[in-house]
């Protein structure tokens, strides 16, 4: 896939230069699976799936990409399996699965919003997160069969669709990391968090072990804002895991 789109980045105008999108996207992948524990051909080789993913990451910012895998997406299981039963040839199912499994990995990874659902909506199903996970490594299975059905052989995209059902969840960690500290994208907690949290709070007593780490977690919470990174991060969720098993009414989700 070629892309000729370009990003300007952003800073003091003398340092502005124009990169390629591609270039962008696949140099912030490589390091956020550095940062998420997941480096490139760790169990095994798997530098074309950072091919594969940066090059679907810059297809993104180009509507004829999008509208020609918006056509296949289904947001349930039942739809989807529908549209391929009405298809005739392998091609179009391949491309349909494969359009599918695109978008799981990148609809939870990078936006965290599988159902496409805009703020404050609500499900028409609730769905665990978990369950998106498993979809999205059934669908890279099947569009693995199909394209190996149509070219009569293993090709590249063969293999490297394969490795993205087995390796799922590591390039899924790889994609949320990139998410806040490469694209700067996070979710605010609601008022309604900050209340509960706060509630929650004013019930620990400052003299218990729950006072203090509901103090320390709303210092790191603090600090997470300001200054975001991996180690901060790490920090908030070992701090909220520990409240967790002090008080299990305790909830707190960020990405």
Known sequence: MHISKTYTAIGPEKDWTESNTYFFMMNNLLYSR???????????????VNVYLAGLLASLIDPACRAAAERYIRTYDIQLHELVESMEH???KFQAYKANADFLLVSIGIFD???RMRPRSTPYMSIPREAYIGRGMVYYHLAQSYCRE?????????????????GFEKYL???????SEYLNMYRKITSGELYHLGLSL????DGNERGILYDEFLDAYSSYRREPSPESRR??????????????AFRFEMD
Request: glycine share 8%; proline share 5%.
């Open 235 to 248: 920090t908030l969720d070992d701090l909220a895991g520990r409240i967790r098993r002090l008080d299990p």
């Open 113 to 115: 919003n599988p159902l």
């Open 90 to 92: 392998g091609y179009a």
């Open 173 to 179: 960690a790889a994609l949320a990391l990139m998410r």
């Open 202 to 205: 004013d019930h620990a007593g």
């Open 34 to 48: 550095i940062e998420a524990g997941f480096p490139s051909n760790d169990e095994y080789f798997d530098e074309d």
């Open 150 to 166: 149509v070219y009569r052989r293993d090709t590249a995209l063969v293999t490297v669709l394969g490795k993205l059902a087995s």
